[in-house]
Protein backbone atom coordinates (compact mmCIF):
# COMPACT_ATOMS: atom_id res chain seq x y z
CA UNK A 1 0.00 0.00 0.00
CA UNK A 2 1.47 3.39 -0.91
CA UNK A 3 0.70 6.40 1.26
CA UNK A 4 0.43 10.11 -0.22
CA UNK A 5 0.83 13.46 0.91
CA UNK A 6 0.12 17.00 -1.12
CA UNK A 7 1.98 19.97 -0.84
CA UNK A 8 2.67 23.46 -2.27
CA UNK A 9 -1.36 24.83 -2.11
CA UNK A 10 -2.21 28.06 -1.00
CA UNK A 11 -3.38 31.14 -2.05
CA UNK A 12 -2.30 32.60 -5.69
CA UNK A 13 -3.22 35.71 -7.53
CA UNK A 14 -4.69 35.24 -10.81
CA UNK A 15 -2.45 34.98 -13.51
CA UNK A 16 0.44 33.54 -11.02
CA UNK A 17 2.19 30.09 -10.13
CA UNK A 18 2.12 27.40 -7.77
CA UNK A 19 3.80 23.79 -8.23
CA UNK A 20 2.21 21.44 -6.18
CA UNK A 21 4.09 17.87 -4.86
CA UNK A 22 2.57 14.33 -4.25
CA UNK A 23 4.68 12.49 -2.25
CA UNK A 24 4.60 9.10 -2.23
CA UNK A 25 5.75 6.26 0.83
CA UNK A 26 5.91 2.47 1.32
CA UNK A 27 5.82 1.78 -2.03
CA UNK A 28 7.65 2.63 -4.96
CA UNK A 29 5.88 5.27 -7.31
CA UNK A 30 7.39 3.71 -10.46
CA UNK A 31 4.28 1.10 -9.77
CA UNK A 32 1.46 3.32 -10.28
CA UNK A 33 -0.07 5.58 -13.08
CA UNK A 34 -0.85 8.69 -11.08
CA UNK A 35 -3.61 11.18 -10.89
CA UNK A 36 -4.30 14.89 -9.96
CA UNK A 37 -7.87 15.75 -9.40
CA UNK A 38 -9.62 19.04 -7.74
CA UNK A 39 -13.13 19.58 -6.25
CA UNK A 40 -14.34 23.20 -5.36
CA UNK A 41 -17.25 23.85 -2.69
CA UNK A 42 -20.17 22.35 -3.95
CA UNK A 43 -19.36 20.39 -6.72
CA UNK A 44 -17.95 16.58 -7.43
CA UNK A 45 -14.44 15.34 -7.72
CA UNK A 46 -12.78 16.01 -11.50
CA UNK A 47 -9.72 15.10 -12.90
CA UNK A 48 -7.10 17.17 -13.42
CA UNK A 49 -4.48 15.48 -15.10
CA UNK A 50 -2.72 11.58 -14.97
CA UNK A 51 0.35 10.53 -15.98
CA UNK A 52 1.45 6.72 -17.01
CA UNK A 53 3.69 4.73 -14.45
CA UNK A 54 6.67 5.77 -17.13
CA UNK A 55 5.52 9.03 -17.60
CA UNK A 56 5.03 8.28 -21.63
CA UNK A 57 1.70 9.34 -21.43
CA UNK A 58 -0.72 12.28 -19.88
CA UNK A 59 -3.61 14.04 -19.82
CA UNK A 60 -4.79 17.16 -19.21
CA UNK A 61 -8.53 18.37 -19.22
CA UNK A 62 -9.44 21.01 -21.49
CA UNK A 63 -9.34 23.87 -18.67
CA UNK A 64 -6.04 23.40 -17.78
CA UNK A 65 -4.39 22.47 -21.26
CA UNK A 66 -1.62 24.91 -22.03
CA UNK A 67 -1.84 26.48 -18.45
CA UNK A 68 -0.79 23.02 -16.05
CA UNK A 69 2.36 20.74 -16.68
CA UNK A 70 2.42 17.28 -15.04
CA UNK A 71 5.58 15.23 -14.03
CA UNK A 72 6.78 12.30 -11.97
CA UNK A 73 10.06 11.91 -10.82
CA UNK A 74 9.93 8.16 -9.88
CA UNK A 75 13.78 8.42 -8.16
CA UNK A 76 12.33 11.00 -5.46
CA UNK A 77 8.61 9.35 -5.13
CA UNK A 78 7.02 12.39 -6.21
CA UNK A 79 4.56 13.56 -8.38
CA UNK A 80 4.40 16.93 -9.42
CA UNK A 81 1.41 19.60 -10.92
CA UNK A 82 2.84 22.89 -12.46
CA UNK A 83 -0.10 25.33 -12.35
CA UNK A 84 0.67 28.73 -14.64
CA UNK A 85 -1.70 30.92 -15.34
CA UNK A 86 -3.80 30.19 -12.81
CA UNK A 87 -7.36 31.53 -12.87
CA UNK A 88 -10.25 31.70 -10.24
CA UNK A 89 -12.01 28.52 -11.48
CA UNK A 90 -8.84 26.61 -10.47
CA UNK A 91 -9.37 27.23 -6.91
CA UNK A 92 -10.15 23.88 -5.15
CA UNK A 93 -8.67 21.11 -3.26
CA UNK A 94 -6.26 19.31 -5.10
CA UNK A 95 -6.08 15.56 -4.23
CA UNK A 96 -3.53 13.41 -5.94
CA UNK A 97 -3.94 9.37 -6.18
CA UNK A 98 -2.38 6.55 -7.36
CA UNK A 99 -3.57 3.83 -9.95
CA UNK A 100 -2.54 0.56 -9.63
CA UNK A 101 -4.40 -1.32 -12.24
CA UNK A 102 -3.38 0.30 -15.39
CA UNK A 103 -0.83 -0.84 -17.52
CA UNK A 104 2.85 1.08 -18.43
CA UNK A 105 1.11 3.91 -20.65
CA UNK A 106 -1.84 4.37 -19.67
CA UNK A 107 -3.95 5.41 -16.73
CA UNK A 108 -7.44 6.15 -15.50
CA UNK A 109 -9.69 9.33 -16.13
CA UNK A 110 -12.09 8.13 -13.61
CA UNK A 111 -12.17 8.60 -9.73
CA UNK A 112 -12.95 4.73 -8.94
CA UNK A 113 -10.04 3.34 -10.83
CA UNK A 114 -7.68 4.83 -8.35
CA UNK A 115 -7.15 3.12 -5.58
CA UNK A 116 -5.17 5.29 -2.83
CA UNK A 117 -5.49 9.18 -2.55
CA UNK A 118 -3.68 11.96 -0.50
CA UNK A 119 -5.13 14.15 1.84
CA UNK A 120 -5.87 17.40 -0.05
CA UNK A 121 -4.16 20.47 -0.27
CA UNK A 122 -6.38 23.85 -0.94
CA UNK A 123 -5.74 26.11 -4.14
CA UNK A 124 -7.06 29.46 -3.56
CA UNK A 125 -6.73 32.01 -6.47
CA UNK A 126 -7.27 35.77 -5.66
CA UNK A 127 -9.43 37.54 -8.57
Known amino acids: QVQLVESGGGLVQAGGSLRLSCAAS????????MGWFRQAPGKGREIVSA????????YYTDSVKGRFTISRDNAKNTVYLQMNSSKPDDAAVYFC????????????????????WGQGTQVTVSS
Open 51 to 58: ISRSGSST
Open 97 to 116: AADKRSSTDTFSLRSYGYDY
Open 26 to 33: GRTLSDYA
